[in-house]
């Protein structure tokens, strides 16, 4: 997957914020600014103050970490689908109660 392909996928996104706790601190602000603020490696590098190598083997090294973490608990997954439940039983409840319902734990889950 080339480093593009992997820049737009907002899976990784998704677990980031599902598990960024078991990330270092640095993995962290490797993964944050390259996903979340879309700086290159260079300038993460420069950042930092580390080799452009050094982010790229952070930012392997952190998607695998969060790979993992997803196949074994998937909760990434399983928030995805609740959202777009939640999204149909908004749509579907038109104005009233369940909608408001279902656009309050939509927000609940949205942070």
Do not use: P, W
């Amino acid at each position: 997957m080339a480093a593009n392909e992997q820049k737009l996928d907002y899976g990784f996104v998704r677990m980031f914020d599902c598990y960024k706790g078991l990330l270092t601190d640095r993995q962290r602000d490797v993964m944050e600014l390259y996903y979340n603020e879309d700086y290159s490696l260079s300038e993460i590098a420069s950042v930092l103050g580390i080799t452009r190598q050094a982010v790229s083997d952070s930012l392997r090294h952190s998607r695998a970490i969060l790979q993992d973490t997803e196949e074994k608990l998937g909760l990434a997954g399983r928030l995805d689908a609740l959202r777009e439940v939640l999204g149909e039983l908004r749509e579907t409840a038109g104005d009233g109660d369940c909608a408001a319902l279902a656009e309050r734990a939509l927000t609940l889950l949205d942070g």
